[in-house]
């Protein structure tokens, strides 16, 4: 033991304020990945209370409409879990939560596809935004995956005929080996635990990567030309400050 | 969930809208709740599906059964396990993953037979698993279906084919009645008591049990009775009604009048048109196209012309209408204070 003069007293320091680590911790895992992520996403970043001032349109409303469907699909989906799948069969409460879950699922795709298109026609990838647009193409895809082997669980004559006709394509490119949707019980597993996971962890992914870059700024006005300053009143303190960035990316490219 | 209180950046309006696309945000802000939005949006949603579920409630078809199939349509039953028998039905010569390949090369994606690469991983002999192996239990308490059992099986297998062609041929004049099926006299060797048997076990519902029994207690895998019942027209035929074939564009529709996978779209929509209605090759040239469909989908950012596309067409101006409005109204002569990329609480 030593002498109680000899300890040091590391100097007062909140790591988790803006993610530094305490002296002499800067190689531990821990403290790298929490200075990553506070450097990353500070918090205000990661859940702000203000956006820009372009923010004002409802197009911006299908993401987090996207957002609150998958939500109502999970609860619906656990209550269904806890019952059993053939609770829903059986009784008319099973058959009203069976049915949230169902409407829910549509109004998912239809503000999903809703969110998609008015990201297309806003060039949402531009600005070094394209990893955000492929989250968002592989959450979708993932998520008629998760529709699909939901429909196959339904055990009704709709999961019969749409497993007996899926089949073919599945097994046209060989996917039918590994995933067969004759088989209930895999397809059931499927479809409430691992593909609800990829949706989750995409969508999570996919939010992290909007507050890390922010939302798209408007492509140039109509018939202005950004980097000329066509038709903008520009400050004379401004142009130094905003370079001529618009050019290599004319057509959309992601920069 | 945006409120007014529109406060000015470190750029004005102008100003910041010229700035690269990679560049934070500089200019105006306003106030905009996320939390607030989210929640008002789960409980949207709830409203809505709660609202349609009560008045719409969701389709629940009860699922075929082979007894219902065997009772209602025993000509197409019979027909359908002779052919499971003899080896000539869809599933005995399907292939992969169900069964070694018996005629053909199967299907393609271009000179790529992936359909065959994969192998046997599902394997179904419908010979053994969906008459004889049945049978076999039944011929237990049965010693006439046991003798002609045993005798088909003794026999090679030109005989065996040879009985059910005949007697495949001889359905055509066949009368069913609760003792069975009774055709005109003819070769059929030991076939006629053990189609008897199979439709008599049918009927009962022995025949669904016995397809589903797995080696252990528990099963969930209904891939051998789907497979009996999609080779034959019974089951297809109830789809047709239902709207759900593949001409109806049957993967996207649900049974009823209710929404179905209205997303798959565009993959049904190729087996409407030529060539992948007609083509051998449909499924894999289906599954070919939507892949590089979606590749192009996941790479839009990246591809020349694609990616210029929503510059070409107004809908963003539609979308930041008001943006452009402020845009054009902000006061000439704008001077923006200097520049300082603080991060902006505003």
């Known amino acids: 033991m030593s002498d109680v003069t000899d300890i040091t007293v590391p100097p007062a320091a909140d790591p988790l ?12 895992w821990s403290a790298r990945l929490r200075g990553a992520a506070v450097r990353g996403l500070p918090p205000g970043k990661l859940l702000p209370d203000r956006q820009p001032s372009y923010v004002a349109s409802w197009v911006y409303v299908f993401g987090v409409l996207t957002l609150g469907a998958f939500t109502i699909i999970c609860l619906s989906g656990v209550v269904l879990i806890l019952k059993g799948p053939s609770w829903w069969h059986e009784s008319s ?15 998912f795709f239809f503000f999903m596809v809703l969110h998609l298109w008015g990201k297309f026609f806003m060039a949402s990838w531009r600005g070094n935004r394209a990893l955000t647009w492929m989250t968002g193409v592989v959450a ?33 490119v060989g996917v039918g080996s590994f995933f067969n949707v004759l088989n209930f019980g895999q397809m059931l597993l499927w479809h409430v635990l691992l593909l609800p996971l990829g949706v989750a962890a995409l969508v999570g992914l996919h939010l992290l990567l ?25 400050s004379s303190a401004a142009p130094a400050a905003a370079p001529a960035a618009e050019t290599p990316a004319a057509d959309g490219a992601d920069r | 969930m945006s409120g007014a209180a529109e406060r000015p950046g470190s750029d004005s309006l102008a100003v910041a809208s010229r700035r690269p696309d990679a560049e934070p945000w500089h200019g105006p802000t306003i106030r905009y709740d ?39 349509d025993p000509a197409d039953f019979v027909a359908t396990a002779v052919t499971e028998l003899n080896g000539s039905s869809a599933t005995a010569t399907y292939g ?28 179904v002999d419908t010979s053994v698993d969906f008459v004889l192996s049945p049978l076999g239990v039944a011929a237990q308490s049965d010693p006439a279906l046991r003798s002609a059992l045993n005798r088909y099986t003794a026999a090679s297998a030109v005989q065996q084919q040879a009985w059910t062609t005949a007697y495949g041929n001889g359905l055509a004049h066949a009368s069913f009645g609760d003792g069975g099926v009774t055709l005109r006299p003819g070769r059929y060797g030991p076939v006629p008591p053990m189609m008897t048997g199979l439709l008599g076990m049918a009927r009962t519902g022995s025949l669904d049990a016995d397809l589903l029994a797995s080696p252990q207690f528990y099963g969930t895998d209904y891939t051998k009775p789907l497979l009996f019942l999609a080779d034959g027209s019974f089951m297809a035929n109830q789809a047709q009604a239902q709207h759900l074939s593949g001409s109806q564009w049957g993967m996207m529709n649900e049974t009823g009048n209710y929404p179905g996978q209205a997303w798959l779209w565009l993959y049904t929509m190729w087996y409407q048109v030529k060539p992948f209605s007609t083509s051998s090759n449909g499924d894999a040239l289906v599954w070919g196209t939507m892949m590089l469909l979606t590749l192009g989908l996941l790479l839009v950012p990246f591809i020349p012309g694609v990616r210029s596309i929503p510059r070409l067409v107004p809908v963003y101006r539609l979308i930041w209408r008001d943006h452009y409005r402020r845009l054009a109204a902000e006061p000439a002569g704008t001077v923006a204070p200097p520049v300082s990329h603080q991060p902006q609480r505003a």
Do not use: C
């Open chain 1, 140 to 172: 979708f895809l993932v998520s008629v995956g998760t529709a699909f082997t939901g429909y196959l669980s339904q055990q009704n004559f709709d999961s019969q005929w749409i497993g007996t006709q899926a089949k073919d394509g599945l097994n046209s």
């Open chain 1, 17 to 28: 304020a803006d993610g530094t680590p305490a002296p002499g911790d800067e190689r531990m």
């Open chain 2, 96 to 123: 992969p993953p169900y069964n070694a390949w018996a005629a053909g090369e199967g299907q393609k994606l271009g000179p790529l037979g992936i359909e065959r690469w994969a192998g046997v991983h599902v394997p």
């Open chain 1, 93 to 107: 409460t099973g058959l009203f939560f069976n049915s949230i879950h169902l409407w829910s699922v549509e109004l």
């Open chain 2, 34 to 72: 996320l939390v607030k939005e989210y929640v008002v949006a789960v409980v949207a949603v709830a409203v809505l599906a709660v609202a349609l579920s009560v008045v719409l409630s969701s389709p629940d078809v009860r699922p075929l059964t082979i007894r219902q199939w065997a009772q209602s």
């Open chain 1, 210 to 234: 909007v507050r890390r870059r922010g939302v798209v700024r408007p492509l140039p006005a109509p018939g202005r030309a950004r980097h000329r300053g066509v038709g903008l009143q520009v």
